[in-house]
C-alpha cells in the first residue's frame, strides 16, 4: 500500500471518529437536557421551559439543581427563558465558582447568548420535541 492510499484512509478515519464523537457528544447533552427537563416538569408542571424556569427562581431548590436548570435553558436557547435569566445574571463572572453555594455566572452568561441567538451547533443532534 503506498503512503497516499494510507493517509487518505487516515484522514477518513479521523473524519469519521469526529463525526462519531460528535453525535455521541450531541446526544449526551440532549439526554441530561430532557432528564432536568423531566425532574423540573414533575415539580412544577407545564412544559419544559416553564418548569426549568421554575426551578431557576425557586430559592428553595439547591443551587447545584438551579444550576443545571440554568444550564437547560441555555441549551434549549427559548428567549421566553431570557427575562427569567437576565435577572439573575450580573455580568461579573468570578474567578473561581462554587456550584453548590451561588448560582454560576458563567453558565448564565452561556445562557443568556444561546437564548439570543448564539451558535448551538450540539442542538440539530438532539433538539427536537423538547417538551
Same mark, same amino acid.
Given at each position: 500500500?503506498?503512503?497516499?492510499?494510507?493517509?487518505?484512509?487516515?484522514?477518513?478515519?479521523?473524519?469519521?471518529?469526529?463525526?462519531?464523537?460528535?453525535?455521541?457528544?450531541?446526544?449526551?447533552?440532549?439526554?441530561?437536557?430532557?432528564?432536568?427537563?423531566?425532574?423540573?416538569?414533575?415539580?412544577?408542571?407545564?412544559?419544559?421551559?416553564?418548569?426549568?424556569?421554575?426551578?431557576?427562581?425557586?430559592?428553595?431548590? /439547591?443551587?447545584?439543581?438551579?444550576?443545571?436548570?440554568?444550564?437547560?435553558?441555555?441549551?434549549?436557547?427559548?428567549?421566553?427563558?431570557?427575562?427569567?435569566?437576565?435577572?439573575?445574571?450580573?455580568?461579573?463572572?468570578?474567578?473561581?465558582?462554587? /456550584?453548590?453555594?451561588?448560582?454560576?455566572?458563567?453558565?448564565?452568561?452561556?445562557?443568556?447568548?444561546?437564548?439570543?441567538?448564539?451558535?448551538?451547533?450540539?442542538?440539530?443532534?438532539?433538539?427536537?420535541?423538547?417538551?
Amino acid at each position: 500500500m503506498n503512503i497516499k492510499k494510507i493517509v487518505l484512509i487516515g484522514i477518513v478515519a479521523i473524519f469519521i471518529l469526529g463525526v462519531l464523537l460528535f453525535v455521541i457528544a450531541g446526544l449526551w447533552i440532549g439526554s441530561d437536557v430532557r432528564r432536568y427537563c423531566k425532574r423540573a416538569r414533575l415539580i412544577y408542571g407545564g412544559d419544559c421551559v416553564y418548569a426549568l424556569m421554575e426551578e431557576v427562581n425557586d430559592y428553595s431548590i /439547591p443551587y447545584r439543581d438551579r444550576n443545571h436548570a440554568i444550564w437547560a435553558l441555555g441549551q434549549i436557547g427559548d428567549p421566553k427563558a431570557l427575562p427569567y435569566i437576565t435577572k439573575f445574571y450580573t455580568g461579573r463572572i468570578p474567578q473561581t465558582e462554587n /456550584p453548590d453555594t451561588a448560582l454560576s455566572q458563567r453558565e448564565l452568561e452561556k445562557a443568556v447568548r444561546l437564548m439570543q441567538g448564539g451558535l448551538n451547533i450540539s442542538a440539530i443532534v438532539w433538539r427536537h420535541n423538547i417538551n
